[in-house]
């Protein structure tokens, strides 16, 4: 079992900067995959960017390529999302996520944060 928490959601304005952690319980974080999803309103969710066990492979979805960087540190068990140049379709509730296979589809990942909400002002 792994529980994940994320933290540092917000509200700031477009071209601004926010860094989203998760933290994992547990003593096999570096065992798992870790994938930040996000679901805006009305909408499904959404993959945003994934990271390998070894920290050495990522993915991200086009929307944030070259803006978003995932990354993770396996002794403090947490995995960050740094997110720059902010813009109002970013706005969503984000979630981390992990797996031991991990991906881009939500239905592959067997655990989830309770998600923070990131909110972009034009």
């Known amino acids: 079992q792994v529980q994940l928490v994320e933290s540092g959601g917000g509200l700031v304005q477009a071209g601004g900067s926010l860094r989203l952690s998760c933290v994992a319980s547990g003593r096999t974080f570096s065992s798992y995959f870790l994938g930040w999803f996000r679901q805006a309103p009305g909408k499904e969710r959404e993959f945003v960017a994934g990271?390998?066990?070894?920290?050495?492979?990522?993915i991200y979805a086009d929307s944030v390529k070259g803006r978003f960087t995932i990354s993770r540190d396996n002794a403090k068990n947490t995995v960050y999302l740094q997110m720059s140049s902010l813009k109002p379709e970013d706005t969503a509730v984000y979630f981390c996520?992990?797996?031991?296979?991990?991906?881009?589809?939500?239905?592959?990942?067997?655990?989830w944060g309770q998600g923070t909400q990131v909110t972009v002002s034009s």
């Open positions: 996520a992990a797996d031991l296979r991990g991906g881009t589809m939500t239905a592959w990942y067997d655990y």
């Open positions: 990271l390998s066990q070894s920290g050495g492979g990522t």
